[in-house]
């Protein structure tokens, strides 16, 4: 009873989004800190750089793919931790899922030079814009 007056008075501090995904998804633990995969995205003059905060993710359980002006992530993380006492008695025992993804639109860009990095828990991909086709004037007949 305590846990739910607790979780109760959690979900008025939310923001009606997190309200929703809270009463969707439950309170159980989850592998993923708030299910969302935190992003930065800068737009320079020749390319982007997005960064994504990936911690604990190994390399071969992140998917990307750019396709139709659109940068898609998934990740999967499934975790197992046994936790005994000084005696080897099982304590606790945990099972973690979870899968993710995101997608954003970054058009005009030459997919064939997208470089991805995976340093200390930051996914960091770089996406270089298309050299600017020269504009024409048309004229009409």
Do not use: C
């Not at 299910?35 to 359980?61: F, M, N, Q, S």
């Amino acid at each position: 009873m305590a846990n739910e007056i607790t979780n109760e008075a959690n979900d008025r501090r939310l923001d009606p989004f997190d309200r929703l995904a809270r009463q969707f998804f439950g309170n159980y633990p989850s592998t993923f800190n708030d299910k969302v995969l935190r992003t930065d995205i800068k737009e320079r003059e020749h390319d982007y750089v997005v960064a994504i905060d990936v911690p604990g993710i190994e390399k071969k359980d992140i998917h990307l793919n750019y396709d139709n002006d659109t940068l898609s992530i998934s990740v999967r993380k499934d975790s197992f931790g046994d936790h005994e006492d000084k005696d080897g008695n099982l304590l606790m025992s945990e099972r973690q899922y979870g899968r993710m993804s995101r997608s954003y639109r970054l058009p005009n860009v030459d997919s064939s030079g997208i470089t991805a990095k995976n340093d200390n828990g930051i996914l960091t991909i770089t996406l270089p814009k298309r050299a600017d086709s020269a504009a024409s004037h048309i004229e009409i007949e």
